[in-house]
């Protein structure tokens, strides 16, 4: 299904991974361009709070799904391949390579002008590259040969708040003074401000016709990823940080190590390890003949790693690479629809009344988890976070992208937020490893002047036995921590609604 707001004569450009890190903050460069855009999503619900979104044309579907790709490329003029696979399971390279074909023969067919396609940088043979490296270096080739003019951005490290490749950075410098790390932190690379990479892919929708290849984009500097630790280090005001590279860490066990020391699980972390043991360094500058540097420069890495840092101190983080890493199935039932498929579905069900509004309420309710943390038994729930991340799950790392608003589709610690309905219902649905699907639910009604009625649900649907013997052996656990869990949510709304009452009378006093 697609939907346009305004039909006019404007250029119309297609964003696919509009949800992801890079394809959320190109959005309002695009806009400001004045251009329409075309956004292609499965889960349009994510996008429903972006800033942008009543300002886009949206087009519901897979990326897998040739008529879903043929019905958003109608119309359109330039298309932003911007799909990528974080976790490299098995079979991802058939993925990506489906994806790029069905892509690239829809643009042709549809008579698209120019893709653009933000890749990763691949050295030339006979070095040996990594499977992640490799299947974007098949992607772009797949693009460039469908016909199409394709503008191939090849980027190595991208220095971004909220970036997978910054937070790995960002975390193993904060957390470990000393380090005993892997050969490949002597490795070089070319990092570039996020900055930089919008700058580059917003203009390269202008290219010439007859420009169809790849380009190398790369910041200032070219650096290792100790010295990019050190630099970190510097630029935030640590000591200076003491690395000792070994040879003992293959990178399988590297990614293990990543995935318990930063907020990037393992699965994540392994492709962003396998490419650093190869050498990315621009080969040229030639993309300066048709795009010139911006002109106040390429920010240079310590400016990069600055910037960043100010927008997660002042919670301006706009995207984060976990918005993009969605695990279950879209189309996977929901605790509300009717038998649940007939399945067992255990429930914890909790109910309150609180001496405060809906709206008090549901501010607490949002601020869950992150830095404030979950009310009750918080050295319980990092118990289950640290299991997590042991059997390779996402943890409780991952934190919040802001620690007081949530948005349909955001990661929060090893929950994602399914359902976001100011100020009535909160729903986050569970991502840690389980045998089963689980979820945590608040609801709010009014119950007359300053009170409400604040709900609260765990729920439960089994996978076989295990997800039996699962639900059996953790149901005890639940009243030191689900039943203290909503009497002081409820006892700080009730704070927060005295304090916004006294200031209210402080208020008319003054007046």
């Not at 951005?153 to 193993?172: D, H, N, P, T």
């Not at 621009?282 to 300066?288: E, L, M, V, Y």
């Not at 909160?426 to 009170?451: Q, T």
């Not at 700080?492 to 007046?511: I, N, P, W």
Request: with cysteine; net charge neutral.
């Amino acid at each position: 299904m697609t939907t346009r707001p305004d039909a006019d004569n404007r250029p119309l450009y297609l964003v696919t991974g509009a949800s992801g890190y890079i394809g959320g903050r190109l959005i309002p460069h695009l806009l400001d361009k004045g251009v329409r855009v075309r956004v292609l999503a499965r889960n349009l619900e994510s996008l429903r709070q972006r800033e942008w979104f009543d300002q886009v044309e949206v087009a519901q579907g897979d990326a897998l799904d040739p008529h879903a790709v043929t019905q958003a490329v109608a119309g359109v003029d330039v298309a932003y391949y911007l799909l990528h696979s974080l976790n490299v399971g098995k079979g991802f390279e058939d993925i990506e390579r489906r994806m790029a074909a069905i892509m690239g023969q829809a643009c042709a067919v549809a008579g698209v002008q120019r893709i653009v396609y933000l890749g990763g940088m691949v050295p030339p043979p006979p070095i040996k590259l990594s499977a992640h490296l490799a299947s974007r270096g098949e992607v772009g080739r797949i693009l460039r040969e469908s016909g199409v003019p394709t503008a191939e951005l090849r980027a190595a490290v991208i220095i971004g708040s909220g970036s997978a490749s910054f937070e790995m950075l960002r975390y193993l410098t904060e957390r470990l003074p000393v380090m005993v790390t892997p050969r490949w932190v002597t490795t070089r690379t070319q990092p570039i401000a996020v900055r930089d990479v919008l700058y580059y892919l917003t203009r390269a929708a202008d290219l010439p016709p007859e420009v169809n290849r790849p380009f190398d984009i790369g910041g200032p500097d070219v650096m290792t990823y100790r010295s990019m630790m050190e630099g970190f280090a510097e630029v935030a005001g640590l000591r200076r940080r003491i690395i000792l590279p070994v040879n003992l860490l293959s990178p399988k066990l590297s990614s293990h190590w990543v995935g318990l020391v930063t907020p990037v699980p393992r699965g994540i972390a392994r492709p962003l390890v396998d490419s650093l043991k190869v050498e990315v360094i621009c080969g040229d500058h030639d993309i300066a003949r048709w795009i010139p540097d911006p002109a106040e420069g390429l920010l240079t890495y310590k400016d990069a790693v600055d910037y960043a840092l100010r927008r997660v101190r002042d919670a301006q983080v706009t995207t984060r690479w976990s918005s993009a890493s969605v695990t279950g199935a879209i189309a996977e039932p929901l605790p509300t629809d009717p038998d649940w498929a007939g399945g067992s579905l255990y429930t914890d069900e909790r109910e309150t009344n609180v001496d405060a509004t809906p709206d008090a309420v549901w501010q607490v309710v949002e601020g869950i988890g992150g830095e404030r943390g979950y009310y009750t038994g918080n050295w319980l729930w990092e118990i289950r976070g640290a299991l997590d991340r042991v059997v390779g799950g996402v943890g409780l790392r991952r934190g919040r992208r802001d620690p007081d608003q949530t948005r349909v589709g955001d990661a929060l610690d090893f929950w994602r937020v399914e359902e976001r309905v100011r100020p009535t219902l909160l729903r986050l649905r569970a991502e840690m490893k389980l045998p089963g699907r689980a979820w945590l639910e608040w609801s709010i009604e009014p119950n007359g002047p300053d009170n409400s009625v604040l709900r609260q649900r765990a729920i439960f649907y089994p996978r076989g036995l295990a997800g039996q013997a699962y639900w059996l052996s953790v149901y005890p656990f639940h009243a030191f921590v689900f039943q203290p869990m909503v009497k002081r949510i409820a006892a700080e709304a009730e704070r927060l609604q005295l304090e916004r009452s006294y200031g209210d009378q402080l208020k008319v006093s003054a007046a």
